[in-house]
């Protein structure tokens, strides 16, 4: 079984924003795998949807715990699911990579990001596997300075379009990590 939860803010506010790139990726994986809607699971504190994939169940989830309480949902999931951390894939923005670039990594540090830090810290770990996605753009004209601000801020006409590419890679890398492996997903899109 895997866990494959897209960080984000929940909310129209927040819809589109640079923070919510796991929210985007998660929805386009449900798309590739032909998922059920999302169906909020108080429990959970997350819209979550299931499916198959050969024999192995997929649990896909975007938590509504808002990004710094992200751990809440996803560690409440594992303990009900009794997963590993190596079974708990996240997907989230990453403001140290370029805008467009993702990196698959089995582990590691949280670094700047909150949402990280936090399932890091409830998980007591932080070896489970992330897709991060970069969105660092703030040398284009107009967007703002402060990392506050420019990860709650929407994307440019120019971004979004580019946008729907990364996504798209993201999500069939994920497919193809659960077709075949980390480690395959890894030497093909990293």
């Given at each position: 079984?895997?866990?494959?939860?897209?960080?984000?803010?929940p909310?129209?506010?927040?819809?589109?924003?640079?923070?919510?790139?796991g929210?985007?990726?998660?929805?386009?994986?449900?798309?590739?795998?032909?998922?059920d809607?999302?169906q909020?699971?108080?429990?959970?504190?997350a819209?979550?949807?299931?499916?198959?994939?050969?024999?192995?169940?997929?649990?896909?989830?975007?938590?509504?715990?808002?990004?710094?309480?992200?751990g809440?949902?996803?560690?409440?999931?594992?303990?009900?699911?009794?997963?590993?951390?190596?079974?708990?894939?996240?997907?989230?923005d990453d403001?140290?990579?370029?805008?467009?670039?993702?990196?698959?990594?089995?582990?590691?540090?949280?670094?700047?990001?909150?949402?990280?830090k936090?399932?890091?810290?409830l998980?007591?770990?932080?070896?489970?596997?992330?897709f991060?996605?970069?969105?660092?753009?703030?040398?284009?004209?107009?967007?703002?300075k402060?990392?506050?601000?420019?990860?709650?801020?929407?994307?440019?006409?120019?971004?979004?379009?580019?946008l729907?590419?990364?996504?798209s890679?993201?999500?069939?890398s994920?497919?193809?990590?659960?077709?075949?492996?980390?480690?395959?997903?890894?030497?093909?899109?990293?």
């Amino acid at each position: 079984m895997k866990l494959i939860v897209g960080l984000g803010n929940p909310g129209k506010e927040y819809e589109n924003t640079r923070h919510n790139v796991g929210f985007c990726a998660v929805d386009a994986i449900a798309d590739i795998l032909k998922c059920d809607e999302f169906q909020e699971k108080k429990k959970f504190k997350a819209l979550v949807t299931e499916t198959k994939l050969g024999e192995e169940k997929i649990i896909l989830s975007k938590p509504l715990t808002y990004m710094n309480l992200s751990g809440e949902a996803v560690v409440s999931m594992m303990n009900f699911y009794k997963l590993k951390p190596e079974d708990v894939w996240v997907i989230c923005d990453d403001l140290d990579f370029p805008f467009g670039v993702f990196k698959i990594r089995l582990k590691g540090g949280p670094g700047s990001h909150n949402g990280l830090k936090s399932i890091s810290m409830l998980l007591g770990s932080n070896d489970y596997p992330r897709f991060r996605i970069g969105i660092e753009s703030r040398g284009e004209a107009g967007t703002p300075k402060e990392a506050k601000d420019f990860v709650l801020g929407r994307f440019s006409k120019k971004e979004e379009k580019a946008l729907a590419k990364t996504i798209s890679n993201v999500s069939e890398s994920i497919v193809f990590a659960l077709e075949k492996s980390l480690g395959d997903a890894m030497n093909k899109y990293n």
